[in-house]
């Protein structure tokens, strides 16, 4: 990967680093931060201090981007029916969903303030079935591909896992028992506000109509 970011003359600006997000260097701050599918696979007993070192990697007044699934229940702690038990055992061993009152209530305690909060529920839905319709349409060629490193009790075992994983995967977020967040927060930075910013405490704007500019 470095290599081609070397090749399309792009050293200067971008590194790849392989690493626990807990062990990069304390002088490792940044204008902006995006984590994208990561803090599901944290654990609830540690999302207080994901937050708290997602925090220490922005500078303050930078802006932080979280995405990712949620739980669509504000107490259960899994998919009912075993759906849970079953992404645990063969898809994700380890993940833990919270909802996203908890996701922001851990962020608070991070040292993040929320400025927008978006739930891509549907639009992951969608995306699922489409998956889900595209591995059924190929499964020939599924078959194909997993044989080159699996026997073949252990291509039927993965290509039934995962034809349930991605059908009961949609279902879950049509019928709205998980979701899918994406949290624009700030670490807030005292004093920050400029003349053109009154009140500000962030270089996120006052309103929305960056979104909508033609």
């Known amino acids: 990967m470095q290599a081609?970011?070397?090749?399309l003359g792009l050293g200067s600006r971008v590194r790849v680093l392989l690493c626990d997000y807990r062990e990069l260097p304390a002088a490792e701050v940044f204008d902006k931060v995006a984590s994208v599918g990561m803090f599901e696979h944290v654990g609830r007993a540690q999302l207080t201090g994901y937050f708290t070192?997602?925090?220490l990697r922005v500078r303050p007044g930078g802006l932080v981007l979280n995405h990712g699934i949620t739980a669509g229940g504000t107490d259960n702690l899994q998919l009912g029916a075993g759906m849970g038990e079953f992404i645990e055992k063969y898809i994700f061993p380890g993940g833990e969903l919270e909802h996203i009152s908890t996701v922001l209530r851990d962020a608070a305690r991070g040292g993040l303030e929320m400025v927008d909060t978006e739930n891509l529920r549907p639009h992951y839905a969608k995306t699922l079935w489409a998956?889900?319709?595209?591995?059924?349409?190929?499964?020939?060629e599924a078959r194909e591909?997993?044989?080159r490193t699996l026997g073949p009790e252990q291509v039927e075992r993965t290509l039934r896992a995962y034809r349930l994983y991605l059908a009961g995967s949609a279902l879950a977020f049509e019928q709205g028992w998980i979701a899918l967040?994406?949290?624009l927060a700030i670490r807030p930075q005292p004093g920050f506000a400029a003349e053109a910013l009154i009140g500000a405490s962030s270089v996120y704007p006052f309103n929305r109509a960056y979104m909508y500019e033609a």
């Not at 889900?132 to 499964?139: A, F, K, P, R, T």
């Open 145 to 147: 591909v997993l044989g």
């Open 181 to 183: 967040h994406q949290v």
């Open 4 to 7: 081609r970011i070397e090749a």
């Open 131 to 140: 998956w889900s319709d595209g591995l059924e349409s190929q499964l020939s």
């Open 53 to 55: 070192q997602v925090a």
